[in-house]
Antibody
């Protein structure tokens, strides 16, 4: 059974940084691309970033380019999202999802709140 | 960026009736479109990918159609568990994008 467990969400001040983690199990992590999707409170889904399983090629939505960095450690079966220069509009539940294009498997999400 | 527009924002339908949800892309996404269902407090659930292929375990009452810029999700006979928010997502061009969602509520 695929399991994705996000962690690292917290309350952070504007301009601050946070690193999210997603621990994966139940599948061969190194063989799959991985993605992050977020959802602001009471709002819709927003695709954030993805990383390929080969060569670790990364992709970002325009609003986070230059501020967020996606990475993975295949030896630890873990996906990361380093978030810098955080803004109030980054407040959301952040989900990790298995695969690149469409997402069968999702984590339960971790809440990031950017506020002073 | 490809903008995905869903309509209507809210759809009121009685149990047992058919529901038709629409999704329009600002440019062609071929058939690179997925549909998700989300209930409060839960992660989204994949329903359809490739515009018309049901994901594993999804009941046959869910069907997807369309290609290019116009897509439809049809639920043939609504069950109580189908009342939720539905999102379309294109995976044709980076950055991938979701529609704003359609809330399907009980009439």
């Amino acid at each position: 059974e695929v399991q994705l467990l996000e962690s690292g969400g917290n309350l952070v001040q504007p301009g601050g940084s946070l690193r999210l983690s997603c621990a994966a199990s139940g599948f061969t992590f190194s063989s799959y691309a991985m993605s992050w999707v977020r959802q602001a409170p009471g709002k819709g889904l927003e695709w954030v970033s993805a990383i390929s399983h080969i060569r670790g090629i990364s992709y970002y939505t325009d609003s986070v380019k230059g501020r967020f960095t996606i990475s993975r450690d295949n030896s630890k079966n873990t996906l990361y999202l380093q978030m810098d220069s955080l803004r109030a509009e980054d407040t959301a539940v952040y989900y990790c999802a298995k695969d690149l294009d469409w997402y069968v498997d999702w984590g339960q999400g971790t809440l990031v709140t950017v506020s002073s | 960026e490809i903008v995905m527009t869903q309509s209507p924002a809210t759809l009121s339908v009685s149990p047992g009736e058919r529901a038709t949800l629409s999704c329009r892309a600002s440019q062609s996404v071929s058939n690179n479109l997925a549909w998700y269902q989300q209930k409060p407090g839960q992660a989204p659930r994949l329903l359809i990918y490739g515009a018309s292929t049901r994901a594993t375990g999804i009941p046959a009452r869910f069907s997807g159609s369309g290609s290019g810029t116009e897509f439809t999700l049809t639920i043939s006979s609504l069950q109580s568990e189908d009342f939720a928010v539905y999102y379309c997502q294109q995976y044709h061009n980076w950055p991938y994008t979701f529609g704003q969602g359609t809330k399907l509520e009980i009439k």
